[in-house]
């Protein structure tokens, strides 16, 4: 069995980076710590364009690479290989960054110890013939439905701007996602 496992708000908490990154350099225009939305562009007080341009431009490294961990990613991702691995199940990254992106996305995890057992970069995560996915993305959730998957195999870590997506398993964390897998995977 294969199990996805988003970087982005699963393993790195990448918008609590972006709201860091912002208040360091311009504090003035940060309006708040959580975002409602999936790119909590909200929270920053600048036209979308320049959001993007100092996040994915000149302030890149730092978001990307100096973002903490998500609240207990650490120690249940490592309890999730360890299950995995001793079932015989495969652990793989699945993240919708690339080029650039996904290097600075390689280096930020083996930098905190993430090892993974396939490594995925792609924004059609539906292909890779994963089993479960643990992802928070509202857009990858459609995508798998549209591509005939099971809803009850995707694992949704719970954020604000997916509680519109019913009937799924939400989760705070990696370690309550794999305790539902474990629940849910010899059925």
Request: hydrophobic fraction near 40%; glycine fraction near 6%; aromatic fraction near 12%.
């Amino acid at each position: 069995m294969k199990i996805g496992v988003d970087v982005d708000q699963c393993l790195r908490d990448f918008m609590m980076s972006v709201v860091q990154v912002f208040s360091r350099h311009n504090p003035e225009v940060v309006l708040g710590e959580t975002p409602d939305t999936y790119h909590g562009w909200e929270n920053i007080d600048l036209p979308p364009k320049e959001i993007r341009r100092l996040i994915f431009g000149e302030w890149v490294e730092a978001i990307f690479l100096g973002a903490p961990e998500c609240h207990g990613a650490k120690n249940g991702f490592e309890s999730l290989v360890t299950w995995a691995h001793a079932n015989n199940h495969t652990v793989v990254c699945v993240s919708k960054n690339s080029g650039y992106l996904a290097d600075l996305t390689m280096r930020w995890l083996s930098d905190h110890g993430f090892v993974f057992d396939e490594y995925h970069f792609t924004a059609d995560k539906s292909t890779i013939g994963l089993e479960y996915i643990i992802d928070d993305s509202p857009g990858i959730f459609k995508q798998w439905i549209e591509a005939g998957n099971d809803s009850s195999k995707f694992v949704l870590i719970d954020y604000p701007y997916n509680r519109d997506i019913l009937a799924v398993p939400r989760v705070p964390d990696i370690a309550n996602a794999l305790t539902y897998i474990k629940q849910h995977s010899h059925r």
